[in-house]
């Protein structure tokens, strides 16, 4: 399996602080492998492959469950803010780690990701923002979502770059890490 973290970013290290500041929060495998289910709905999450976030972010993902249709779940990291537990396609897989490594992505066909518990607060406009600035558009309340990935990212010029317009919008714009926001009802597993 890919590990998503060689270097550290400024986020990576938020992530590593998070889960190492984050023991007393730790949960049974079991319970990770629940919360990383409840990120897509069954017909992804009951095949897919479970991994857990690494106690050190330079650390390959300890995988709790194989998996065999192709996606890989992770559960919600402890010590964050929101509940974000997610299920990613082999095209997002790669998209996070250009994202925790700081390199573009190289998205040549469409991929989806599911986060249907919501996620945490994060800014629309700048994806490694670590909080709420005037110009980047902060987003306190994750909504369950589907993300999409294109492979030509002037696809997404015409839609909407608003996050409260009540449909999909536009995240991360100008930016290699640019992506399709689809709101969905959040998933009961």
Not at 6 to 31: F, H, K, M, N
Not at 156 to 180: C, E, K
Request: aromatic share 6%.
């Amino acid at each position: 399996m890919m590990n998503p973290f060689p270097t550290l970013s400024r986020t990576g290290l938020g992530l590593l602080l998070l889960v190492l500041c984050g023991p007393a929060l730790s949960a049974t495998p079991e319970e990770k492998i629940a919360s990383a289910m409840s990120a897509a709905p069954p017909s992804v999450s009951a095949a897919a492959t479970i991994l857990d976030w690494p106690d050190n972010m330079a650390d390959p993902m300890p995988e709790l469950r194989a998996g065999s249709n192709g996606w890989v779940c992770l559960p919600d990291m402890p010590a964050s803010p929101g509940n974000d537990p997610m299920c990613l396609d082999d095209v997002w897989m790669g998209w996070l780690h250009a994202w925790m490594t700081k390199t573009p992505p190289k998205i040549d066909k469409m991929g989806f990701g599911y986060m249907l518990q919501g996620g945490t607060p994060e800014s629309n406009t700048d994806p490694y923002a670590a909080g709420p600035a005037d110009d980047n558009e902060w987003i306190t309340e994750a909504v369950p979502h589907l993300m999409i990935l294109v492979p030509d990212a002037a696809m997404l010029d015409a839609l909407p770059h608003q996050h409260d317009n009540g449909g999909p919008w536009v995240m991360w714009r100008d930016t290699p890490y640019v992506h399709i926001m689809a709101p969905m009802p959040r998933h009961t597993p």
